[in-house]
């Protein structure tokens, strides 16, 4: 069995990503509260798609280098 070491991730990309999902609740809830009047439903369903979209490619933009960096990436 090979000798394995599991390497933490730096803090500052966990309190990032913490930080992320706190903004995009707060942004997601004053939505809901002052514009949401003013759209249908599908167009609020369709913001919240796009806006869950953008965390994702922000969460994406800073663990994937991280990840890739591990030794056993990509192995099963």
Do not use: C, H
């Not at 995009?24 to 003013?38: C, E, K, Q, S, T």
């Amino acid at each position: 069995m090979e000798n394995q070491q599991k390497r933490s991730p730096p803090s500052w990309m966990v309190y990032a990503s913490i930080g992320i999902a706190f903004i995009w609740l707060l942004f997601v809830g004053l939505w809901l509260i002052f514009y949401a009047g003013d759209f249908s439903f599908w167009q609020n369903i369709g913001i919240v798609i796009v806006s869950l979209a953008g965390v994702a490619i922000l969460e994406t933009a800073i663990w994937l280098p991280w990840g890739m960096k591990q030794p056993d990436w990509g192995k099963s």
